[in-house]
């Protein structure tokens, strides 16, 4: 019990008595001296007047003691917790003379901290600047990029590496490439790479992908290793399409190439009236037609590798049209975009350059400086119209266009290699007012239809070269630092709280501290089909409804993706026992084990101050000025973010009362009082 209950217990307690022995004695000073009213009045007033005093005296010791006391209490925590934090407490009560103090000490100490924080500015600008170079180019950069420590801990991963990974649960810094990679021979060269930098190349199959890894130790102190990966499925199968037919064909031509020859000697060297000289020149008639044949197939495989269309690529119908204005915008044509946008799959440079070399022809030839370009949907294609006021162009004029090439270097493509890569063919058609003609150029449709994402991301993290100072994977995690730590915090919204009884998982959110740092970017946050109808008390407190998770996945199918983000991380929880439950119940019918150690926020800050009353989400985050964000108060990203930020607010003060490692966190934490849940 929090020992200012005790105190207010043993006031009560103390106040009740007086003030029935008082009573008793009144009542027993009246019956034997029989006052008249107003000595009555007097005597009652004397007895009473000791509780009443008593009664005072606590409210007096509460205002000017032990309610200045726990506002102290509660601002060291503050303190603490954060340096910075702002609306203190002012000392009151009998406290007051130690504002001044307070204020100087508490003035003093962040004054100290911005000095400190000045001078780490000052000396770090440089490197920032640096850094800010770096990230930028390898934001731009397409080729994924990942650099692992000597332990293969993922230090950095730039946006092509998460475009790459997207849908893996365990993508993240400080994950170990084996959760994203699980290929042993991968693992095994990188422990083999040499050490002067040199580069070695694997070929991988992942998730029926191939894979082109190069890897390289980079020159650091700590070892640390660079992976390049290119997907080169489309190549792959490409090279398999022509490689087997070129197998079957080149010994063919060998061996009639050899017959011929050996035919054609044998025909030179016999008499003109020799018998066997008209079977040579039927045998060699044979072979000559025999290798026309297989001439002709090994053109047409040729041709196939010139039309591959591996280089093809999803193209945003806006991208090529602004392309186009910028190319022509100090030329005589005009070009205008008309129409709806749309994604169509093209070699875009290839595309571009024919283009740049089809409207001057165009324009010479129906004599218009002005022309619209528009998209229009298809069956399984996109149309490019390039729309001009006039009459259409013949077709015998356009088949004469084919042959254009697309730069005066020698083997230069040609228009009709562009429109054989894109498996595509052109023709002139009048336009539906008949004062108008267009220009058609079919090309492959894609997949994808919504506009592409222009907002403006924030600036992502995707290093962070201190995780390589942590210690091994393999060490004793009980005898880590708290602010080393690699912790997963997470939290659970359920139908109801009867958990033994039927009730079940309808969200489950998480993010990722690495290094005493808080990953924003890195979060899981996956809504849950129960299976069941969600109660409407339910829905009260975090808002999902049945509709809000009909689409949703089973938690069967969750359980495992909420494991692989988990990794090897310890988990943490405010009220753990309740969120525990929630998901091991299920888990253990799913083959999904969290055996890793459990953090309670709840229990840690009723460990640390037993003396103060409320250890709620809503009451500690109000006490350490933690600010839930409009709308994410019980949802389940909203709390576990906050409980994210409560821990790292806990840290500082464990490490002041000596509890440094998760271990002595755990004794701690096993000391505080719990509650059964469920």
């Known amino acids: 019990m929090p020992k200012r209950q005790f105190l207010l217990g043993i006031w009560m307690l103390a106040t009740g008595l007086i003030t029935f022995a008082a009573i008793l004695f009144g009542a027993l000073l009246d019956s034997q001296l029989t006052p008249n009213p107003s000595s009555r009045i007097m005597l009652w007033a004397a007895v009473l007047l000791a509780p009443t005093t008593m009664l005072l005296i606590g409210f007096w010791l509460e205002y000017k003691l032990f309610s200045p006391l726990r506002h102290l209490q509660i601002q060291f925590a503050r303190l603490a917790a954060n340096p910075d934090a702002k609306d203190d407490f002012k000392p009151e009560g009998w406290l007051s003379g130690l504002s001044n103090d307070f204020s100087r000490l508490r003035e003093g100490w962040r004054s100290d901290r911005e000095l400190l924080s000045s001078a780490r500015e000052e000396g770090a600008r440089d490197a920032a600047r640096i850094r800010h170079e770096l990230e930028a180019v390898l934001a731009v950069l ?9 332990h293969q801990r993922v230090l950095m991963l730039n946006p092509a590496a998460k475009a790459f990974f997207s849908d893996h649960p365990a993508l993240g810094l400080g994950r170990h490439l084996q959760q994203l990679l699980p290929l042993p021979n991968l693992t095994e060269a990188l422990k083999k790479l040499p050490t002067d930098g040199s580069p070695r190349q694997l070929l991988l199959h992942h998730e029926e992908r191939w894979l082109r890894c190069d890897l390289r130790r980079v020159r650091a102190n700590q070892g640390e290793a660079l992976l390049t990966l290119t997907d080169t499925t489309d190549t792959h199968e490409s090279h398999q399409r022509w490689r087997q037919p070129l197998a079957q064909l080149l010994p063919e031509l060998r061996g009639h190439t050899a017959s011929l020859t050996t035919t054609a000697e044998a025909l030179s060297g016999s008499a003109p009236d020799s018998d066997i000289r008209p079977k040579l020149e039927t045998a060699m008639h044979e072979e000559t037609r025999i290798l026309g044949d297989l001439i002709d197939q090994l053109s047409r495989v040729l041709e196939s590798l010139q039309l591959d269309q591996t280089c093809l690529s999803d193209t945003w119908s806006v991208d090529l049209t602004s392309a186009m204005t910028d190319l022509w915008e100090d030329k005589a044509i005009n070009i205008t975009p008309i129409g709806i946008p749309a994604w169509f799959s093209a070699d875009s440079p290839t595309l571009l350059a024919m283009l740049e070399v089809l409207l001057p022809t165009l324009s010479d030839s129906v004599a218009i400086k002005a022309f619209d370009i528009e998209f229009c949907l298809g069956n399984k294609r996109i149309y490019l119209d390039l729309v001009w006021e006039g009459q259409p162009v013949a077709q015998h004029t356009l088949e004469s ?43 492959p449709a894609t997949d994808r239809y919504a506009e592409p994402d222009r907002k403006t991301q924030p600036r992502p993290e995707f290093h962070d070269f201190s995780i390589a100072e942590l210690p091994p994977p393999d060490s004793e995690l009980g005898s880590c630092l708290l602010k080393q730590l690699e912790m997963a915090v997470f939290d659970t919204e359920t139908t109801g709280l009867k958990l033994r009884d039927g009730d079940t998982v309808v969200s489950i959110g998480a993010c990722r501290i690495i290094n005493g740092r808080l990953r924003a970017n890195e979060h899981f946050d996956q809504r849950v089909n129960p299976g069941m109808p969600i109660p409407a008390e339910s829905t009260r407190i975090h808002g999902l409804n049945d509709d809000d998770v009909r689409d949703a996945p089973p938690l069967a199918v969750v359980l495992p993706r909420f494991r692989n983000y988990v990794g090897q991380a310890v988990l943490v929880a405010h009220n753990a026992a309740f969120d525990i439950l929630a998901i091991n119940l299920p888990g253990q019918e799913a083959g999904v084990h969290f055996d890793m150690p459990v953090l309670d926020t709840l229990l840690l800050s009723r460990a640390i101050d037993p003396d103060l009353e409320e250890h709620g989400l809503d009451a500690l985050s109000e006490r350490f000025q933690i600010t839930f964000p409009a709308g994410t108060r019980h949802t389940a990203l909203g709390d576990a973010r906050v409980t994210a930020e409560l821990i790292l607010n806990l840290i500082p003060r464990l490490e002041a009362r000596g509890i440094h490692t998760l271990q002595q966190a755990l004794e701690l934490q096993a000391t505080a009082e719990s509650v059964r849940v469920g």
């Open 142 to 150: 397409d080729t994924p990029l990942l650099l692992c420590d000597k």
């Open 401 to 443: 266009w084919r042959s254009l090439p697309l730069s005066e270097q020698p083997l230069a493509p040609r228009i009709s290699d562009v429109l054989s890569q894109h498996n595509s063919d052109w023709w002139c058609l009048p336009d539906h007012d008949r004062e108008h003609a267009r220009l058609r150029i079919p090309l």
